[in-house]
């Protein structure tokens, strides 16, 4: 058919021309269209048609909490986390939100009621250095009262404050454990990347809420659906109100998109679906831990024959979902320019056409910059030959 020429034809769609020797390449964002080879290859098996009168109501089941999840995704959900074994599902109620950066913000919310340290101060929003520089940045674009940025975890000072621990973490790919504890204290676990492509799945991770999204499990950041799972049925309400209020729901053409996305990774691995069929040779994270260990073997090289750039060392643990020891492969390389000369490694990287994010983003020094290991292989490749060359 038409349609299906067009699909095998159609150009990327992010609308980023092809990189050439001379281009500028952006690693700034963590946009993840390294994924698109990958389902370029799977089929239909991630394909959904919704008929005109379908998912018109606002309404997907109003015996649960969140009103708008679509059952669909709910069980693709509990069952990938069941599939992969890096989150409990049982006992925990699942949300959906417009990426997990919706979900993040309902968490705040719900986590820092009105008055919530008896002095009408906004509670504290802390996260160990480098964070994620989306939390100061989303945190305080409203200037909300009932939180604040409070800065780096490690020397915060007080009992009310909400921790964010984001594990594996963005950007330097460490493991993190909350630092902070006291009874007034509560932490929100952003395990975004804690899936097989990017490290060992050593534990069943069990927090109080733990935020995920498919931008980065899947790589379909474009359907901005992330999901939090939250043990606490008063959190869960409450995180639920503010999506309300923010969107009235959430699309449920995205999650219904979302559910066979994530059913065609679970298939992947499943022998039912998977044995002598089309699905085994198509298993999501094999294919991301290839990739992310060639590009980091790729990196590494490159980064020792310029001879000044150094990297957060590897590390290597025992992955319960490959039965195998395997090291991490963090989204996003924490590269730190070591010539003494250059203090700002974004604008020498942007004066070789990388443009990357500055350290300071992330509460940390201008030396070092944030580059995304996400993006297609052309622009990888050029990207790695431009560092090699570098002196
Ligand atoms: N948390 C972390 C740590 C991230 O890196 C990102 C994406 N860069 C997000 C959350 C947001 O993801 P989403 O696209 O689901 O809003």
Same mark, same amino acid.
Not at 75 to 81: I, S
Not at 252 to 259: P, Y
């Given at each position: *058919?038409?349609?299906?020429?067009?699909?095998?034809?159609?150009?990327?769609?992010?609308?980023?021309?092809?990189?050439?020797?001379?281009?500028?390449?952006?690693?700034?964002?963590?946009?993840?269209?390294?994924?698109?080879?990958?389902?370029?290859?799977?089929?239909?098996?991630?394909?959904?048609?919704?008929?005109?009168?379908?998912?018109?109501?606002?309404?997907?089941?109003?015996?649960?909490?969140?009103?708008?999840?679509?059952?669909?995704?709910?069980?693709?959900?509990?069952?990938?986390?069941?599939?992969?074994?890096?989150?409990?599902?049982? $006992?925990?109620?699942?949300?959906?939100?417009? $990426?997990?950066?919706?979900?993040?913000?309902?968490?705040?919310?719900?986590?820092?009621?009105?008055? &919530?340290?008896?002095?009408?101060?906004?509670?504290?929003?802390?996260?160990?250095?480098?964070?994620?520089?989306?939390?100061?940045?989303?945190?305080?674009?409203?200037?909300?009262?009932?939180?604040?940025? $409070?800065?780096?975890?490690?020397?915060? @000072?007080?009992?009310?404050?909400?921790?964010?621990?984001?594990?594996?973490?963005?950007?330097?790919?460490?493991?993190?454990?909350?630092?902070?504890?006291?009874? &007034?204290?509560?932490?929100?676990?952003?395990?975004?990347?804690?899936?097989?492509?990017?490290?060992?799945?050593?534990?069943?991770?069990?927090?109080?809420?733990?935020?995920?999204? @498919?931008?980065?499990? *899947?790589?379909?950041?474009?359907?901005?659906?992330?999901?939090?799972?939250?043990?606490?049925?008063?959190?869960?309400?409450?995180?639920?109100?503010?999506?309300?209020?923010?969107?009235?729901?959430?699309?449920?053409?995205?999650?219904?998109?979302?559910?066979?996305?994530?059913?065609? @990774?679970?298939?992947?691995?499943?022998?039912?679906?998977?044995?002598?069929?089309?699905?085994?040779?198509?298993?999501?994270?094999?294919?991301?831990?290839?990739?992310?260990?060639?590009?980091?073997?790729?990196?590494?090289?490159?980064?020792? &024959?310029?001879?000044?750039?150094?990297?957060?060392?590897?590390?290597?643990?025992?992955?319960?979902?490959?039965?195998?020891?395997?090291?991490?492969?963090?989204?996003?390389?924490?590269?730190?320019?070591?010539?003494?000369?250059?203090?700002?490694?974004?604008?020498?990287?942007?004066?070789?056409?990388?443009?990357?994010?500055?350290?300071?983003?992330?509460?940390?020094?201008?030396?070092?910059?944030?580059?995304?290991?996400?993006?297609?292989?052309?622009?990888?490749?050029?990207?790695?030959?431009?560092?090699?060359?570098?002196?």
């Amino acid at each position: *058919t038409v349609e299906s020429k067009d699909r095998d034809t159609r150009a990327p769609s992010t609308g980023k021309p092809a990189v050439t020797h001379d281009s500028v390449i952006n690693l700034d964002h963590g946009d993840p269209t390294m994924f698109e080879a990958f389902w370029r290859e799977t089929g239909d098996a991630a394909e959904i048609v919704i008929p005109g009168w379908q998912t018109m109501s606002y309404f997907s089941d109003v015996t649960n909490v969140c009103w708008f999840l679509e059952p669909d995704f709910d069980q693709q959900v509990r069952r990938l986390h069941r599939t992969v074994g890096n989150a409990a599902v049982d $006992g925990y109620h699942v949300l959906v939100g417009t $990426g997990s950066t919706q979900l993040f913000m309902a968490a705040l919310y719900a986590l820092a009621p009105p008055n &919530a340290d008896g002095a009408g101060e906004p509670m504290s929003v802390v996260s160990t250095a480098p964070y994620y520089s989306s939390y100061p940045a989303v945190t305080d674009f409203l200037r909300s009262g009932l939180f604040r940025w $409070g800065g780096d975890a490690d020397t915060f @000072v007080g009992d009310t404050y909400i921790e964010l621990v984001c594990s594996p973490n963005n950007p330097d790919g460490a493991i993190r454990e909350a630092v902070l504890s006291s009874d &007034a204290g509560k932490a929100v676990h952003d395990l975004a990347y804690y899936w097989p492509q990017y490290t060992p799945i050593t534990r069943r991770a069990d927090h109080d809420i733990m935020l995920f999204t @498919v931008s980065k499990s *899947t790589g379909h950041a474009g359907t901005r659906i992330g999901w939090a799972l939250v043990k606490d049925r008063e959190v869960a309400r409450r995180m639920t109100k503010f999506v309300e209020l923010n969107t009235i729901g959430v699309s449920k053409d995205s999650q219904l998109r979302a559910a066979k996305v994530l059913r065609a @990774v679970s298939d992947g691995y499943d022998d039912e679906h998977s044995s002598g069929g089309a699905m085994r040779s198509h298993r999501l994270f094999d294919f991301g831990r290839r990739k992310m260990v060639e590009r980091w073997s790729m990196l590494r090289a490159a980064a020792a &024959a310029s001879g000044i750039f150094s990297l957060p060392d590897e590390t290597i643990g025992y992955c319960n979902f490959a039965n195998e020891t395997a090291g991490n492969n963090p989204a996003f390389a924490w590269l730190r320019c070591d010539r003494e000369d250059v203090v700002d490694c974004a604008g020498f990287l942007r004066g070789h056409k990388i443009l990357t994010r500055c350290g300071s983003q992330f509460g940390a020094d201008t030396r070092y910059v944030r580059v995304s290991m996400l993006d297609r292989d052309d622009a990888f490749d050029f990207f790695v030959r431009r560092l090699a060359s570098l002196k």
